[in-house]
């Protein structure tokens, strides 16, 4: 099985073939989606909405990125694996430097995703530079979320849109291999896809990107707490899990589970020994 690399995403934006990208935090999950074909896996810092049970993402620290891409690459034949830098550990070059370092030397991933437009460009230079491959992201950065006033959909003004326009072609001078569209109109997204030469991957961003990706928690239906209008569920994966628990409970409860089938068996010669060893200290009291 070959390694998909940076390269090859050029070249599947050249050829017109659409990138796949999903979300992992775990290794369970990381070996389901690299056998299954996904592109690209991104540990997303979503990891503080969908796994540790936060209202954002922006509690997430650098070691709690480091313990799950780590899980996640060891899972990982094929697909790029991307970590995400979460809030503030960007936020001054010397810092930007070595939690990159971080996540590639001990997440071992290899490419790391940040937030923002022309602001990260000197950033994301300095990262290229020292060889770490930067995927961007601007449209609806959830790490600005106090900055925006909530989840809503970015470049819906003319002035807005240029904005994000200019923002790619700076990202793209600056050395990403590619950028995430997050929560824009669709022909904002067509416009930039058309503009520059990285791959574009959406997220609410429309069919004319490169690529698509999706929070895999949110394609499975794991929770129905947050449904975004971009959101296609694919599968209730809480309701098979549910109904799964539920069956367990009532099994155990009735005696249906465990069976001698789940039981490991006590050589019988073991037995008669012990049989008799019982027997002997019984006798002695
Ligand atoms: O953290 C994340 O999962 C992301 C994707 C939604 C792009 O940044």
Redesign the pocket.
Known sequence: MTKLTVIDLYLMKKEGRKIT?L?AYDYPTALILDEAGVDII?V????GNVILGYKN?IPVTMDDMVRHCAAVSRGIKRALVVG?MPFMSYATPELAVRNAGRLVQEGGVEAV?L?GGREVASTVKLLVDNGVPVMG?IGLT?QSIYKFGGYKVQGRTAKAAKKLIEDAEILEKAGVFSI?L?CIPWKVAKIITESISVPT?G?GAGAYCDGQ???TYDMLGFFEGFKPKFVKQYCNIRKFIMDAVGKYISEVRSGIYPTVEYSYELPEEEEEKLSRELASLKAKK
């Open positions: 990208m979300t991104l997303g810092d979503s990891l993402t995400d995703k937030e992201h959830p995430v997050e991957i997220i990706v999706l929070v």
